[in-house]
Antibody
Framework: EVQLVQSGAEVKKPGESLKISCKGS????????IAWVRQMPGKGLEWMGM????????RYSPSFQGQITISADKSINTAYLQWNNLKASDTAIYYC???????????WGQGTLVTVSS | SYELTQPLSVSVVLGQTARITCGVN??????VHWYQQKPGQAPVLVIY???NRPSGIPERFSGSNSGNTATLTITRAQAGDEADYYC?????????FGTGTKVTVL
């Protein structure tokens, strides 16, 4: 069974940096995208961006461009989502999910809760 | 970008049929995917490419897409179907999720 396992919950202060991870098991990511999705407290899903493992092609939502960095380490089947200057408004659950062109996101990671508070 | 409009909530009597719509101009020309999210859990793909069910998703879940509206239909609704449902499309170089619909089974 394909699984995505995300890193644990984080509590940070405004202005700090953070990198969270998403590790895939039992298969190679080579022909898939890994997407990141934000869900703010009590709100809906927002696509942030994605990375294609085969060639590290990366796409960002205009809403998040310049605010985050998506990267990957193919050797360990792990994708990352990074911030350099966290804000209180970054408080949310962040999900990773595997995608293939036209096929939707499946499976999803369990989510990583990020809390940014002074 | 554009917004995919969903009703805020849909109520369905146990055992009856629920229909959740997702609207935008010419959505019929795009692939639509649907996700179910139960409280405290990650989303789960229930329909991909308009009408297809992933392995393990009950036949009670079906999808259609035409014109300006895509629809997720849940037949013989069960208590376990209570959840938030989101549609999703790819367009203009970005993925967009719908606004989300809370389904309540009465």
């Amino acid at each position: 069974e394909v699984q995505l396992v995300q890193s644990g919950a984080e509590v940070k202060k405004p202005g700090e940096s953070l990198k969270i991870s998403c590790k895939g098991s039992e298969y190679s990511f080579a022909n898939y995208w890994i997407a990141w999705v934000r869900q703010m407290p009590g709100k809906g899903l927002e696509w942030m961006g994605m990375i294609f493992y085969g060639d590290s092609d990366t796409r960002y939502s205009p809403s998040f461009q310049g605010q985050i960095t998506i990267s990957a380490d193919k050797s360990i089947n792990t994708a990352y989502l990074q911030w350099n200057n966290l804000k209180a408004s970054d408080t949310a659950i962040y999900y990773c999910a595997r995608g293939s062109s036209g096929w939707g996101f499946d499976p999803w990671g369990q989510g990583t809760l990020v809390t940014v508070s002074s | 970008s554009y917004e995919l409009t969903q009703p805020l909530s849909v109520s369905v009597v146990l055992g009856q049929t629920a229909r959740i719509t997702c609207g935008v101009n010419n959505i019929g020309g795009k692939n639509v995917h649907w996700y179910q999210q139960k409280p405290g859990q990650a989303p789960v793909l229930v329909i991909y490419k308009d009408t297809n069910r992933p392995s393990g998703i009950p036949e009670r879940f079906s999808g259609s897409n035409s014109g300006n509206t895509a629809t997720l239909t849940i037949t013989r609704a069960q208590a376990g179907d209570e959840a938030d449902y989101y549609c999703q499309v790819w367009g203009s170089g970005t993925y967009v999720f719908g606004t989300g619909t809370k389904v309540t089974v009465l």
